[in-house]
């Protein structure tokens, strides 16, 4: 069964340095999502392609996080430098939708950032 | 902006049905309501989703009230694998696009 790969799995890093996540959507989903999901509460979106644009990112902090889809087939979220408010787990998904509709989202297993 | 509204917290004895309610009374009128369920350390797993009828698929059954203010997710026979947190999703609007927006959810204790 095809799934949502993200990587690393874990990443532990120090305040002021730079990570970066990367996550292969299920092939042929046009749709990816960005989401941080801090302990106990629900996954927050971060960012929304369609293909390879932006269709929101309003809740990107834009003065240290990136995303990019270049090729909309993978994407990488980008934080410059890290602080220890961004110890949370990151969740990609991937859906088939177009606009206008809606299509179940597949999520990937997340990667668990810690700041030091 | 569309919102969800769940308990904090439910248990459920194994076996019984468990009904997790969700409030969603600002949804606008061709908007889905969207269940999905996280199992501690993995990622989502959708449920179900509805608009005006009611639904069943083989994980459980979505009953929406005629208002569509509120629904109630219900899983006829719960087991302990059940135990999750369960989000209740509408869409908020973003200039022409739809944005999936998570509450807090419900945690459901499936016990012995």
């Known amino acids: 069964e095809a799934e949502v790969a993200q990587s690393p799995r874990y990443k532990i890093t120090e305040k002021s340095q730079a990570v970066a996540f990367w996550c292969d959507p299920i092939s042929g989903h046009a749709t990816l999502y960005w989401y941080r999901q801090i302990l106990g509460q629900g996954p927050e979106l971060l960012v929304q392609?369609?293909?390879?644009?932006?269709?929101?990112d309003s809740q990107l902090p834009k003065d240290r996080f990136s995303a990019e889809r270049l090729k909309g087939v993978d994407s990488t979220l980008k934080i410059q430098p890290a602080e220890l408010g961004d110890s949370a787990m990151y969740l990609c998904?991937?859906?088939?939708?177009?606009?206008?509709?809606?299509?179940?989202?597949?999520f990937g297993p997340g990667t668990r950032l810690t700041v030091l | 902006d569309a919102k969800t509204t769940q308990p904090p917290s439910m248990d459920c004895a194994e076996g019984r049905a468990a009904n997790l309610p969700c409030n969603h009374s600002t949804i606008s009128g061709n908007e889905y309501v969207y269940w999905y369920r996280q199992i501690h350390s993995q990622g989502p797993q959708y449920i179900i989703h509805g608009l005006k009828n009611n639904e069943t698929n083989e994980m459980a059954s979505l009953i929406i009230t005629e208002d569509r203010k509120s629904s109630t997710l219900i899983l006829p026979h719960a087991t302990l694998r059940d135990t999750a947190v369960y989000y209740c999703?509408?869409?908020?609007?973003?200039?022409?696009?739809?944005?999936?927006?998570f509450g807090r959810g419900t945690s459901l204790i499936v016990h012995p």
């Open positions: 998904a991937s859906s088939l939708s177009i606009a206008g509709s809606y299509n179940e989202q597949f």
């Open positions: 392609f369609q293909d390879e644009s932006v269709v929101d």
């Open positions: 999703i509408v869409r908020r609007r973003s200039g022409g696009s739809y944005i999936p927006t």
